[in-house]
């Protein structure tokens, strides 16, 4: 079905909703397939980031490098690679999608709060930009 799949990892509930998602791209995807588990860093403005010591940002880098190492070589039968970027989470991730080729996007959505109406999820803006299909769970 699916060559290469991106699956944007959230790290929170111990990686519950990144293994599930695994576990849901294993049945999509195509014999020799790719998967690439993408976690994006929020950006920290420039003001707070010159109080952070170098070594903080460097050590969570680090931690959430690990995380995604450990559910990655969790998921057996596939071909997955982990990537950490720091930015604009939807940008950076329509970025990992584009850079791997990839013919489909999972991510995971909450139910939309008042401020989404506003400015939108990441899941929203994901789904309007993307230039493959997405697969949004919930």
Do not use: W
């Not at 403005?45 to 010159?50: D, F, I, L, N, R």
């Not at 959430?64 to 720091?86: D, N, P, Y």
């Not at 999972?106 to 401020?115: D, Q, R």
Request: glycine letters at 6%; aromatic letters at 4%.
């Amino acid at each position: 079905m699916y060559s290469s799949i991106v699956i944007a990892a959230a790290l929170f509930n111990e990686g519950a909703t990144t293994r599930a998602a695994l576990k849901k791209a294993k049945s999509l995807l195509d014999t020799g397939g790719k998967v690439t588990l993408v976690h994006v860093i929020d950006e920290v403005p420039g003001y707070v980031a010159a109080s952070i010591p170098k070594e903080h940002m460097t050590a969570r880098r680090r931690e959430v490098e690990e995380q995604l190492e450990k559910i990655a070589s969790e998921a057996s039968g596939m071909t997955v690679q982990c990537v950490v970027r720091e930015g604009q989470p939807s940008a950076s991730i329509l970025g990992s999608a584009q850079e791997n080729d990839a013919d489909l996007i999972m991510i995971a959505s909450h139910k939309p709060g008042f401020s989404d109406y506003f400015i939108g999820s990441t899941a929203a803006r994901i789904v309007r930009h993307a230039q493959c299909s997405v697969l949004v769970t919930r």
